[in-house]
């Protein structure tokens, strides 16, 4: 008879050097598979709402089955490679904050090709659990501005396996990891599994972010000649579909925003997977938005997302008197809230340079006080999808 066996991972936190060390306890369950050939088979697929949104039956995991939830406002935090730089100690005092969205170099966690380092995330949680605070990771494989990949993205990349493993934009407006092609992004998604592995498991992750779809170049022109918007948008429903196999029990958000003629597919693929589409800027009019805000709506292909999933919108300086507008705080949050959707919203945490004697848009004298008059509310309903399966709080 084939054995099963039943793991429950313990984490202890050394605070004093901020790694996790991880004893796994087993119990072998003989009997285990003679269960599971009694179960009834699954269907390949299940439909819900109306107009329906379908999804694929998750294949059976280690897994619990549930998706941590905590939805709320959060704060997202400057990308770092040291973790002391940013503080959330102040968090511990916000009721209406649920955590931290904290953003990551790619090469910051794979220094070397297949070698991980994760003490940086290892040391935020050691920060933030004690809290009670959640946290969001984001994995940046672009940068928007300079010309220089080190630091940012690995350096095993840049050899002929990879085509040179980035694409440097012209007038220093950034550099981005080739991900349109398939030998990049299978490194990219090696990422994902690994910190799955690692972080799934734990109800203080409360899910992971990707980079959003614009690529900040358009085909012809600036762009790379192995690049092309459909290569694009395949790759990245790989990835989408690798992170949500990698994170059954975790919230997958995929910043949806632009990319001509395949947005729509790529958030019907998001849906598919049972993932959060969403954006990395909240505008609301008389700006248009994003495409893909639109379709997360229902103004464009007709099906309304909001309530069928988990929806996460960051608030970034752009929107906050920067290049595409100036907004009040309590403008943006009730558009993220009551007109995207959002059960999850990430904040900048901009400092006071921005603050005038007549609008704050800073984190402690614009931000904070508008999430405080809404009592950090969004929309906090189970997400239809997940069919009930939301696992709130935890310890």
């Given at each position: 008879?084939?054995?099963i ?14 790694h ?7 119990a072998m ?15 390949p697929?299940v ?9 694929g039956?998750p ?20 990308t770092?490679?040291?973790?002391k730089?940013v503080?959330?100690t ?5 009721p209406?904050?649920?955590?931290m ?12 090709r ?32 300079g ?8 350096a ?25 092609e ?5 490194r990219?998604i ?22 959003e ?10 762009a790379?000649?192995?690049y ?9 429903k790989?990835?989408?579909?690798g ?14 925003n ?9 958030i019907?693929?998001?849906a ?7 954006g ?20 464009v292909?007709?099906?309304d997302?909001r309530?069928?999933?988990?929806i ?17 705080p309590s ?48 929309n ?16």
């Amino acid at each position: 008879m084939t054995v099963i066996a039943s793991c429950l991972p313990f984490v202890r936190v050394a605070r004093a050097a901020l790694h996790a060390v991880t004893l796994v306890a087993c119990a072998m369950l003989p009997v285990a598979q003679a269960l599971a050939q009694a179960r009834p088979s699954v269907p390949p697929k299940v439909c819900v709402g109306d107009p329906p949104v379908c999804v694929g039956t998750p294949a059976r995991t280690a897994s619990t089955g549930r998706i941590k939830w905590n939805p709320g406002h959060y704060m997202n935090a400057p990308t770092v490679s040291d973790p002391k730089v940013v503080n959330p100690t102040q968090l511990a005092d916000e009721p209406y904050v649920k955590g931290m969205q904290q953003r990551y170099w790619w090469a910051t966690l794979e220094p070397e090709r297949g070698r991980y380092d994760f003490s940086i995330i290892d040391g935020h949680l050691a920060v933030l659990k004690p809290m009670g605070k959640r946290l969001v990771i984001q994995i940046m494989d672009r940068s928007w501005s300079g010309t220089s990949a080190t630091g940012r993205l690995p350096a095993y990349l840049g050899t002929p396996e990879f085509n040179g493993g980035w694409y440097v934009k012209p007038n220093s407006t950034g550099v981005v990891a080739r991900i349109w092609e398939k030998p990049v992004m299978d490194r990219l998604i090696a990422l994902y599994e690994a910190l799955g592995k690692r972080y799934d498991g734990e109800v203080y992750v409360e899910g992971i972010t990707t980079e959003e779809t614009s690529i900040g170049f358009s085909p012809g022109g600036s762009a790379p000649s192995s690049y092309n918007r459909p290569a694009l948008a395949a790759q990245l429903k790989r990835l989408v579909t690798g992170a949500r196999r990698a994170w059954p029990n975790s919230n997958v958000f995929v910043y949806t925003n632009f990319l001509t003629g395949e947005i729509e597919g790529i958030i019907e693929h998001v849906a598919a997977e049972r993932a959060a589409p969403g954006g990395p800027d909240v505008l609301p009019p008389p700006h248009r938005g994003a495409e893909g805000d639109r379709i997360i709506q229902g103004l464009v292909g007709g099906t309304d997302y909001r309530g069928k999933l988990a929806i996460g919108y960051a608030v970034q300086s752009p929107a906050l008197c920067g290049k595409e507008g100036c907004w009040e705080p309590s403008v943006l949050a009730d558009h993220a809230v009551n007109t995207l959707g959002a059960t999850h919203v990430f904040w900048t945490r901009l400092g006071t340079h921005r603050d005038t004697p007549t609008l704050k848009v800073s984190w402690d004298y614009g931000i904070l006080p508008a999430i405080r008059a809404i009592r950090g509310r969004t929309n906090t309903a189970c997400p239809s999808v997940y069919q009930g399966a939301c696992a709130t709080g935890g310890s």
